[in-house]
Each structure stands twice: as C-alpha cells, then as structure tokens.
C-alpha cells in the first residue's frame, strides 16, 4: 500500500467518525433529560390553581358601615396517608378516604371585613381559602355579603331611608329633633312650616359613600282641649289662606 492509499483511507475513516459523531449529537438533543422532565413536573403543579373557597355572611348595617370580624370553617385538602402511591382501582376500599385519595380536614379561620359593605357584594380574601394537595396553596376566600333588616331603617341602593314622625307643632314651627342612624342618633333641624312627605338629606349617612333620607310624616293630635280648638279657629280666621284644592278639577 503507498502514501497515497494511506492518507485517502485516513480521510474516508474521519468522514465516517464525524457522520457518526453527528448522529450522536441529534439523538441526543431529541432524547429528553430527566431533569427537563422533572423541571415540566414542577411546572405542571406550579400551573395548578387552589380552588376557592365560598362561604356567606349576614350583617347589621352598622358592621355594613364599619366592618366587622367574622369566623368561617374551611375544609383543607390533604393527601390520604393510607393509600397514596396506590392505584385509583386499589383506592376504592380505602376506609380513611372512601377512594377520593384525600382526606379534609375542617378548621376555622377569622377575618375582618372592610367597612363600605353592600348587600351581594364578594369580598376576595387571598390565600385565606382551603388548602388544596395538588399544588400545596391555599385558595381564596370568599366571602358573599348580605345586610340584615333593620326595624325603620331601610337600604335602598347605597342610601338608607327612614320614615320620621314629627308633631304639628314640631311640623309648623320649627324644631330640633333626633333622628335615628345605622351608627346613631344625630340631631337634624327641622325647618318651620315643613310639609308632611318632605325628604331631608343626611349626608355620607348611608352605604358606602351613599345618605340618608329622611322623609317627614306629620302626627296629627289624637284629640284637642276646647282651648285649643278656640286658638286653631282664631288662626284659621287670621290666617286668610285660600282653598288648597282650588287648583283641582272636579269631574261630575
């Protein structure tokens, strides 16, 4: 054999090992690596949302305004120690999970509620929710708000509304006199001759932001002392007003 076979038997073996050696290298990227695969496990789980939790509440409007503490029982869902690693036919006879896998374990949380609370209203607390196994977080807690009935206070919207009996004497000249809120009593000036069905505004009384209305109902007196009949006539004779049902039609 001379040089030149040698060195042409030379090339061709290179060519061959770095065809070979390329063959290598794409199997290789194709074949996944076992940590790429645990890394898409931990992805998976991470991916995983904890379901959350619904509970419902009811408040006076007081706490509405101000807010309040309540206490919930939530259910944590932890994995079941009897039959994990089992297959879901083996877990059917499961006397701790009865074949679910997991196990609930209930316990009670506490939370404050914000103030500005209206009835229907959802109240998102994170991560205060049951725990869920699959990706070991807690879900969110929420909470539905209803607002209870109050004996003369009445939500409409964000305003509270109340009806306020007022004496005729209170009704014709004038007076200060209290009024009942969802925090209180305020005192509210009652102009003179203020008519039966008028509405006065109470501002930033209601819900969240909203007022209070308050509409004025007049108490006529139950009965008058002759005196007091003498002192009406004489005003009515004074008084001069004319017909308050002059301007109606009356059809016949």
């Given amino acids: 054999m001379n040089n030149n076979t040698v060195a042409l038997a030379d090339t061709d073996y290179q060519r061959n090992n770095m065809q070979t050696q390329s063959d290598l290298d794409m199997t290789s990227a194709k074949r ?5 695969k645990l890394s898409d496990s931990k992805l998976r789980i991470a991916a995983i949302q904890a379901l959350p939790t619904g509970v419902e509440t009811t408040v006076t409007l007081k706490e509405a305004i101000r807010g309040t503490v309540r206490s919930f029982r939530v259910n944590d869902r932890t994995p079941c120690n009897t039959c994990t690693g089992l297959k879901p036919g083996n877990r059917l006879h499961c006397s701790e999970c009865k074949g679910l896998g997991y196990k609930q374990i209930e316990r009670t949380v506490e939370v404050q509620l914000p103030g500005s609370l209206l009835t229907g209203q959802e109240i998102r607390l994170d991560s205060l929710g049951g725990l869920d196994f699959r990706s070991g977080k807690n879900g969110d807690l929420i909470v539905r708000i209803t607002i209870s009935d109050h004996p003369y206070l009445k939500v409409d919207g964000k305003n509270i509304c109340c009806i306020l009996p007022v004496s005729l004497y209170e ?23 203020t008519q039966s069905g008028r509405i006065y505004r109470l501002k930033g009384l209601g819900l969240s932001g909203g007022d209070q209305l308050v509409t004025i109902e007049i108490i006529m007196p139950q009965m008058l002392t002759k005196e007091q009949v003498a002192l009406f006539q004489k005003i009515k004779e004074k008084a001069g007003d004319s017909n308050p049902r002059g301007d109606l039609i009356f059809s016949h």
């Fill in 171 to 193: 009704a014709v000249l004038g007076a200060e006199i209290e009024v009942p809120t969802a925090t209180g009593k305020v005192v509210m000036k009652l102009q003179p001759l």
């Fill in 32 to 36: 996944p690596s076992a940590n790429k």
